[in-house]
């Protein structure tokens, strides 16, 4: 039940003075019929919120094509104000084609929007299969440099009470199908014929969980992953830290902000070419992928990073240009032309 609470689910540590959060929590079954409804619950919880803090807004941005993308649609036909969206991940390359209802729902969004913000190309050539006319532009997602950046590995470990003398790989993510963790275990049954000395790590919580847990009894890899269930995102920087690779062997994506924090924190990124990860990950210096859903060769490429010198400080410096400052900064610079 704690990835029910909000603590989960929103990060308030350090939020800038000048923000308000005003949650706006909403109860439905997980059922795609459930889930088509949900547009128009989170327009009325939105609006019910507007009235209750009386909040004044010039311009809305939502994260998400749906269900916040719908309920903005709404909110700027009621109070004419510009409206931005940001479409991430299956909000853009699965669900408007799933069927031809959700494609009409989808397009009425990004039509409905003055600007849309998309985290990669990929995600851009899924728009252009859709009939959508408003302008879009390509912003990657960001990390925090604040709280997402190179740490003592020794100190990490202790603290989370994790063994010093093991080579740890790293995956955090919902344990859902599209995150390719059962991929990931099956490359570990390949890892440890190899080396003992390794350790994986998947955090998250999801409907995969039992399924994953069986997989890995099935293994006898109960010595080698572990999975330690959801953790706070303010504890996420010490897991990353506590590291030797990170890997996210998922089988598609937009552009992972997990991607993002594991190279702010100096560490390098073991993927799949997926979604905007190839243009990111753009040189071994920072990362290897494989194709996705291919157990043998993501354990090769696992071996191969394991044995690599990685140079901590060119990883992040590299990751310098995806902050939120520096993306933010292009955020702002949209909204701008439509003051």
Not at 94 to 121: C, H, M, Q
Request: glycine share 6%; aromatic share 10%; proline share 5%.
């Amino acid at each position: 039940m704690e990835t029910f609470k909000l603590d989960y689910k929103i990060d308030l540590n350090n939020i800038p003075s000048n923000l308000s959060v005003h949650p706006t929590p909403i109860l439905y079954a997980p059922l795609n019929s459930q889930y088509k409804k949900l547009g128009e619950k989170h327009f009325k919880a939105a609006e019910r919120s507007i009235r209750k803090h009386n909040i004044k807004f010039d311009l809305i941005h939502s994260h998400f094509t749906w269900s916040s993308g719908y309920a903005s649609a709404k909110l700027k036909e009621k109070y004419n104000v510009p409206f931005v969206v940001t479409g991430h991940g299956y909000d853009i390359y699965g669900l408007p084609f799933k069927d031809e209802e959700w494609k009409e729902r989808i397009e009425y969004v990004l039509n409905s929007a003055d600007r849309i913000i998309t985290v990669s190309n990929s995600n851009l050539s899924c728009i252009k299969k859709l009939n959508v006319k408003t302008p879009v532009h390509i912003l990657p997602n960001g990390y925090r440099p604040d709280q997402f950046h190179p740490m003592d590995m020794e100190t990490c470990r202790k603290a989370l009470d994790l063994p010093l003398d093991k080579k740890i790989i790293l995956a955090v993510g919902n344990l859902v199908e599209i995150k390719g963790h059962n991929y990931l275990i099956g490359a570990m049954e390949e890892v440890v014929k190899h080396r003992k000395d390794v350790l994986c790590f998947i955090v998250g919580g999801g409907e995969t969980e039992n399924k994953l847990r069986k997989q890995i009894k099935n293994a006898g890899l109960e010595d080698h992953v572990k999975l330690p269930g959801s953790k706070l995102h303010n504890e996420i920087p010490m897991w990353v830290n506590s590291c030797d690779i990170f890997v996210l062997p998922s089988l598609n994506e937009g552009n992972p902000t997990v991607m993002f924090e594991c190279l702010g924190c100096g560490k390098p990124f073991i993927g799949t070419k997926v979604g905007g990860v190839p243009e990111i990950i753009v040189s071994d210096d920072y990362g290897l992928l494989v194709e996705p859903a291919n157990s043998e060769k993501l354990a090769e490429t696992i071996l191969m990073a394991l044995d690599k010198t990685w140079d901590t400080t060119k990883i992040k410096a590299y990751s310098a240009q995806f902050t939120w400052a520096e993306i933010g900064k292009n955020i702002v610079d949209i909204y701008k032309t439509l003051f």
